[in-house]
Each structure stands twice: as C-alpha cells, then as structure tokens.
C-alpha cells in the first residue's frame, strides 16, 4: 500500500544541523511531487519546501538559507536538510507525495532544538 516513513528527527541544539528522510513505497515516487510541511507547537501545519518531479525545489520564505530538499528517486527517498538550527524550528515535520496515485502523508518525526 502507499506509505511514507519519516525518520531522522530528534533532539539537536541551536546551530546544529538534522537531516530527516522519508521513504516512500506503493507508489510511483518519480512521478509524486514531494512536499515538506511542519507543525509547530500551537499553530497550524505549514508547508516549507516542495520537490518538483524534475528535482527542483522551493521553499516557504521562513525557511529559505538554512533548509535544502531533495529527492533520491532511485531510492524513493526525499529529503530535509536543516541547517543553523533555531529554537523555533521545534514541531513535528510531515513529508507529503502528491501524484497520478492521489495523496500520501508520513506520520511526521518530532525535531526538538534545545540548547
């Protein structure tokens, strides 16, 4: 069945860097375009970054320097590199798969910045 599996969050202090991962299956990932979202304590989930089926990427204004996105299709893995860490990326990070399949969400990975 269509799946996507986040991992790599955690606990990282300000300044530090995580890279989280999702791996997708059940699905033509090539052909998904992929989308990071986040959720920070009490506000809505908000989207950070899109990868286009080409592989190239945009990112939300608030995010855009210190995140990178990509896609590795020959392993169905998209990724989230975070850079300079701040306080206030602490939520929980969500990636997304859009495609001729419909929709798919991951159930997100908790990114903790604390000093």
């Known amino acids: 069945q269509v799946q996507l599996v986040e991992s790599g969050g955690g606990l990282a202090q300000p300044g530090g860097s995580l890279r989280l991962s999702c791996a997708a299956s059940g699905f033509a990932f090539s052909w998904a375009t992929l989308n990071w979202w986040r959720q920070l304590p009490g506000n809505p989930r908000e989207l950070v970054a899109t990868?286009?089926?080409?592989?190239?990427?945009i990112y939300d204004d608030s995010v855009k320097g210190r995140f990178t996105a990509s896609r590795d299709n020959a392993k169905n893995t998209t990724y989230l590199e975070i850079d300079r860490l701040k306080l206030d990326d602490t939520g929980v990070y969500y990636c997304r798969a859009v495609g001729p399949f419909g929709e798919a969400w991951g159930q997100g990975t908790q990114v903790t910045v604390s000093p």
């Open positions: 990868i286009f089926t080409g592989g190239s990427s």
